[in-house]
């Protein structure tokens, strides 16, 4: 359940299991292109010097220098704003990584609008969309500090390559304690029958929020987190959406490829009669620079617009 | 952990006759293939795997080996042929080069093919990798060495100068960067079209130990490896001059040879130059 006053950065959560997994003598390297900051990772640096390489400014160096180590053996984390390696290390990601199949966890960031008035070179609203069109890696993208940690715990045990697309915002806790992540399954979050609101990392707190102000209004929305993009059952959304018959998808991140591209696609070749609506930035333009919240608000990625969305899709359904 | 031929330099050389001959004929016979670079190579991939690369020829995944990565991934037909000349690979797959699924693409590929360690063809991204597997045995204190062998046109990706940075900034003496310096890349001389020179110097500001020597000589190449400075905290560069297409005339020197392959009469022309 949403609780408000205990929330945490989900980089804390990651740093701490990178901690934990060191002292259980994990053969783990995390790099850094002076992210530490970024990171948070100065916890783990001061714990574990010899296990933290900064590679300077240079996210080519940054993800080949992983996918080596990798090949040399460790556990190889990348840690850095989630522009700069999806954009700038984008050969890497795909040939050193993704091709050669090494053994690296390329963690994205302060991804979607984190950075907001920073404005687009500092945006990634096409991280999954891209990471999506690489064969051979593991997308996922935790929404609270429970599901991170084990999402983190999967990724260290996982022989691949994985993509954690991260917040930079605390969060509260959506799980119970004794929820456990499963790659690929489908993380319904509150059971529902009247909409589908399927939405990713950050956007599935605005959900939650949507949801029970749904409620007062009177609609019964069941919330499903799209936390493991890839794998993904497709029986687990499609379960859902033979109960609702509405699909509303939400994500920080542009509609083209990311969970509304996801959910389109496995409607569509499941060939389920099903209305679908992609919250999200627009497909083809640069997401409009300005506080975050405002950001949000302007696609209607907040709780309020989802609810707006929510209402507007059950009024056209006779 | 050694070499497992420790060939003399004077059986490297008679074995790069054979290895040429090989690339000639697997890349008419395939009817596409990078001629020009392959032979620019052949000298240099002769003198690791037959002499100085320490590593098993029963286990290829030893985990003691010294790592090579072909970052011009381009010259894969010279590894090829140069991994078949000394029994790492079945000759008769040298047949199957570029065809569909076969274990031998235009390009590494670890998951198809023994001995190759990475994937690579875009250029610039070798060096790096090797930073990766230099950092990775320092770390781990494994006493492998890491080996990268660039073009010399690939060096104006800047892909490369971060990782030199890298190298020199984490004191990788483990790593031996050599440059395959024919001079010339896909559409011209280097100089003309983006300048490398003066290289030695480039090289030398970025923190590598800089050698420079005959890339296209075994004996020298050979000599200057293993009289290479040891623990002295400074990253290996090596700069082999190169010929492009070295060994076969009407090839040598070629910018048009990059990507051509012998047809016709040039096949028989190229293997009897190399026969004398």
Redesign the interface.
């Known amino acids: 359940m949403l609780t408000e006053n205990h929330t945490q950065d989900l980089r804390e959560v990651m740093v701490q299991t990178f901690i934990e997994e060191a002292e259980q003598d994990r053969?783990l390297?995390v790099l850094v292109s002076d992210s530490t900051s970024t990171a948070k990772i100065k916890p783990f640096m001061e714990r574990f010097p010899?296990k933290l390489?900064n590679?300077?400014i240079?996210e080519?160096?940054l993800?080949?220098?992983?996918?080596?180590?990798?090949?040399?053996?460790?556990v190889?984390v990348t840690a850095n704003a989630a522009p700069f390696l999806v954009h700038r290390a984008n050969?890497?990601v795909k040939?050193?990584v993704c091709?050669?199949?090494a053994n690296v966890k390329l963690v994205g960031l302060n991804a979607g609008v984190c950075y907001g008035a920073l404005a687009s070179t500092h945006h990634a609203i096409d991280d999954v969309s891209i990471m999506r069109g690489f064969g051979n890696i593991q997308i996922f993208a935790p929404s609270d500090p429970v599901e991170a940690k084990q999402i983190f715990q999967y990724a260290l045990d996982y022989e691949g390559p994985v993509y954690i697309r991260m917040d930079s915002a605390p969060f509260p806790v959506l799980h119970d304690p004794d929820y456990r992540f499963e790659p690929g399954k489908v993380d319904i979050l509150r059971q529902g029958r009247d909409i589908s609101i399927i939405a990713m990392g950050s956007t599935v707190h605005e959900a939650h929020a949507a949801a029970f102000m749904l409620e007062e209004q009177g609609i019964d929305a069941e919330v499903v987190n799209a936390s493991s993009i890839r794998p993904v059952e497709h029986e687990g959304i499609l379960a859902s959406l033979r109960k609702t018959g509405l699909a509303l998808t939400v994500e920080e991140h542009s509609m083209h490829g990311g969970v509304g591209s996801l959910v389109a696609e496995i409607i569509a070749e499941a060939g389920l009669g099903c209305r679908l609506k992609r919250l999200g930035f627009v497909e083809g333009k640069f997401a409009v620079p300005g506080p975050r919240g405002a950001m949000r608000a302007h696609i209607g990625i907040d709780a309020q617009g989802i609810v707006t969305a929510a209402r507007e899709m059950l009024s056209r359904t006779p | 952990m050694n070499n497992p031929f420790g060939f003399s330099p004077e059986e490297v050389v008679e074995n790069t006759v054979e290895i040429r001959k090989k690339i000639l004929t697997t890349n008419h016979n395939a009817g596409q293939g990078h001629t020009g670079a392959d032979l620019s190579e052949t000298d240099i991939l002769a003198s690791l795997y037959l002499r100085l690369l320490r590593f098993s020829k029963d286990d290829p995944q030893h985990p003691d080996r010294d790592r090579f990565i072909l970052s011009k991934g381009h010259g894969v037909g010279g590894l090829y042929c140069t991994l078949a000349q000394a029994g790492l690979l079945d000759s008769n797959l040298l047949d199957t080069y570029l065809q569909f699924n076969t274990k031998l693409p235009g390009h590494p590929v670890r998951q198809k093919t023994p001995f190759v360690e990475v994937n690579t063809g875009a250029l610039g991204h070798g060096l790096a990798l090797g930073v990766g597997l230099a950092l990775a045995a320092k770390k781990s204190g494994n006493g492998y060495l890491t080996y990268v062998l660039t073009g010399d046109g690939e060096l104006q990706e800047g892909s490369n100068w971060e990782a030199a940075m890298t190298a020199a900034h984490y004191q990788l003496d483990n790593l031996i960067w050599i440059v395959d310096r024919n001079g010339l890349q896909l559409a011209d001389c280097t100089e003309t079209i983006m300048s490398l020179e003066p290289l030695d110097d480039k090289l030398a500001a970025f923190g590598m130990s800089v050698h420079t020597t005959n890339g296209n000589d075994p004996a020298e190449f050979i000599a200057t490896v293993e009289s290479l400075p040891k623990d002295d905290g400074k990253p290996k560069a090596i700069i082999a001059q190169t010929t492009k297409g070295k060994g076969v005339s009407f090839i040598e020197g070629q910018p048009s040879w990059h990507h051509r392959i012998p047809k016709g009469d040039e096949l028989p022309q190229a293997l009897e130059e190399l026969a004398c």
């Open positions: 053969n390297v010899d390489v590679v300077g240079a080519q160096s993800v080949g220098t992983a996918a080596g180590m990798a090949l040399g053996g460790f190889a050969e890497q040939n050193d091709y050669t199949n």
